[in-house]
Each structure stands twice: as structure tokens, then as C-alpha cells.
């Protein structure tokens, strides 16, 4: 109302959200028409992704500004100003820095200046409780800090801008690069079985039966941590990471499982064929149950061509497997399987 007012007397407001996505959304939406009417100008702040927290028609009518993490030098430069200021910052007790603890700091801070200037504060306290004339060492600076705060979170932006890091680095055979992610998100306080599952889902749906034994060197390597905890858990963790990044890479499996799930949600329940249905009873078999079942086991070669899927989707093919790896054996028999039970359908 205050801002209508104003409005009408050629004022315009500028309304001011720090935080805007404790928000929920039905106060967003009370926000809307305000900003729509122009009866405010919005500025709004806030430390998460705005296109996960803030809802879509507000964020259509701004513009979003993206504040990057400072850098070593512009950290450096906050360090020394807030130093030597006598109004705000430590000018007064007269602090005398070294260049390696400035350093120190900047690396400490982790991009943020926030932190940069309360390691400071933390380092200065402690130099001067000791009486110390000489400048700021950098190992009072490392005492302060203790041990970074790594940036990560369990359930917002970060948290799955890591885990898509360890993964594509995986995906991309980079072991050092997935070491790299693996130990950021453990160091961070990540749940270590958090990450033994993405390693297993990464074994069947990105190495697949490139090379077969990665899916079980992944659950083993979920079961270890499972048992024996951390610190050691990052052991085994680090065995998998390392052997799915350099192991042979295929998705023909997880392709092969979408192109059946659509299929089967496009055709319904299609009737299983008679050879393949089971016939516990008399009146089963006098159905047609598993007539004509022939025994693989029984065959030349553990090979029979007779055709298993509906008779509608025949000519389906839903695994293709690739040249990668231990695939390209299975890619040399498939074919032949699959030529030998065409010609028998042919015949048919």
C-alpha cells in the first residue's frame, strides 16, 4: 500500500528479499501481481539455483545476475584492505601481515570473502593472545581454519553438480578426475553409501557387459563400505571409482531396457507365445501350454532359433550391443543367434 502510495506521487519502490527462497510458493505468488503492476521493483538474493527455488512466472519477469566465487587475488585484496582499515577492520591493534599467510588465507576462504574475513578475525585473535610482534604466520592462519569448509550440500545445486561431476568424469575415463569428486564429496561429509550406490548404478548403465565383472566389483565395493565404515571405506570406494573410469564403457544395456519399456507400454499385454508358457496342469497343456518347448540345454550347440517375443513385435530389436570390450563377443554370437532364428521364422 505504502508503495502504491508512493507510486502516485512519482516515487517508485525498490523491494529488497535477501534469502528469497525461504519463500514458499504461495508467497511468491502473492509477490507477483506487485511486480507485474510494477508497483515494486524486485531484488532478490539468494544463494540457491533461482530455477529450482524460485517459481517460474516470477523468474520470467527478472533477470537473473550470477555472483561468481572470488578468486585467490580479489581474496587477497579483501584481506589486506580489512587489515589495515582502523574504522572496520584491524588497522587499530596495528596487525602486520606476511604474504604467506595472506596467501594462506585466499586459499582457506574457498572463494568466499565472508570466511576470508572471519579467518582473519579467528588468526589475529590467536597471533595477539600469544603477545606476538612478528607479522601473522601462515600457521596461525592453518590453525584458525582447523579444516576447510568444503562447498557442498546434501540436497541442493552443489550436491548434484558434484555427483554429475563424478559420474561424466567416469563416463569420460578420467580416473583422476573421478578421484578428485569422489574424495571432494567424502571430505564434504557426503554419506559414503550415497556414493557406493552411484557407483553401481554407473556399472550396469554405463560399463554394462563392456566388461561384466563391473557391476560386481561396485556391490562388493558397497558391501566393504557397508561393513567396515569410514575412514577406510574410501579404500574400496576409491578401487571402484578407479576401475569403472578405466574400464570399457557401454549403455546398450540401459538402451536395450528403454526401448522395451516403451514398447511394452505402447502394445499392452501382448500374449505370451504357447511354447513359452508354463502348463502345471492337464488342462493347461490342453490349451497349448508349452507346446513345442524345445530344452537349450538339450540342443546343438545350447542353441534354439524358435522366435520368443509376441508375434507383434518379431522384428523388434531391443539390445544392440556395441564393439567395446568383452560386448564385441557377445555382438558376434547375437548376430548369429538372431540370423539363425530369422531363417527359422522364414521357414516358418
Not at 582447523?146 to 578420467?174: F, G
Amino acid at each position: 500500500e505504502r508503495a502504491r502510495r508512493e507510486a502516485r506521487a512519482g516515487w517508485r519502490t525498490v523491494l529488497f528479499l535477501d534469502e528469497l527462497h525461504r519463500l514458499n510458493r504461495a508467497q511468491q505468488d502473492a509477490l507477483l501481481p506487485h511486480v507485474e503492476a510494477g508497483t515494486v521493483t524486485l531484488l532478490g538474493a539468494t544463494t540457491e539455483n533461482p530455477s529450482f527455488e524460485v517459481i517460474g512466472p516470477l523468474l520470467s519477469r527478472c533477470r537473473a545476475f550470477t555472483l561468481e566465487r572470488l578468486g585467490p587475488e580479489a581474496l587477497e585484496e579483501i584481506v589486506r584492505r580489512a587489515a589495515g582499515d582502523e574504522e572496520r577492520g584491524l588497522g587499530r591493534v596495528e596487525l602486520a601481515l606476511s604474504d604467506e599467510a595472506v596467501s594462506a588465507i585466499a586459499q582457506a576462504a574457498d572463494g568466499d570473502a565472508r570466511r576470508a574475513l572471519g579467518l582473519l578475525e579467528t588468526a589475529a585473535a590467536i597471533h595477539c593472545a600469544h603477545g606476538a610482534d612478528a607479522p601473522l604466520p601462515a600457521e596461525t592462519v592453518r590453525e584458525a581454519a582447523d579444516r576447510r569448509l568444503l562447498l557442498y550440500d546434501r540436497d541442493r545445486e552443489e550436491h548434484y553438480n558434484v555427483v554429475s561431476a563424478l559420474i561424466k568424469s567416469m563416463r569420460a575415463s578420467d580416473p583422476d578426475a573421478a578421484l578428485y569428486y569422489a574424495a571432494r564429496m567424502l571430505a564434504a561429509g557426503e554419506d559414503p553409501l550415497f556414493v557406493a550406490r552411484r557407483l553401481v548404478i554407473f556399472a550396469a548403465e554405463d560399463v554394462g557387459n563392456a566388461e561384466p565383472s563391473a557391476l560386481g566389483v561396485a556391490t562388493s565395493a558397497y558391501l566393504a563400505v557397508e561393513r567396515i565404515g569410514m575412514p577406510e571405506g574410501r579404500i574400496p570406494l576409491a578401487q571402484a571409482v578407479t576401475f569403472l573410469a578405466c574400464a570399457p564403457k557401454s549403455n546398450a544395456s540401459y538402451r536395450g531396457i528403454a526401448r522395451a519399456w516403451q514398447a511394452a507400454e505402447a502394445h499392452g499385454s501382448l500374449p505370451v507365445p504357447l511354447h513359452l508358457r508354463n502348463a502345471p496342469t492337464p488342462f493347461l497343456k490342453g490349451l497349448g501350454y508349452g507346446r513345442g518347448y524345445q530344452d537349450p540345454h538339450d540342443a546343438e550347440g545350447g542353441f534354439v532359433a524358435t522366435p520368443n517375443l509376441p508375434e507383434e513385435l518379431a522384428n523388434e530389436r531391443f539390445y544392440e550391443p556395441t564393439d567395446s570390450g568383452a560386448e564385441r563377443e557377445i555382438a558376434q554370437r547375437l548376430a548369429e543367434w538372431r540370423r539363425k532364428r530369422g531363417k527359422r521364422a522364414q521357414s516358418e
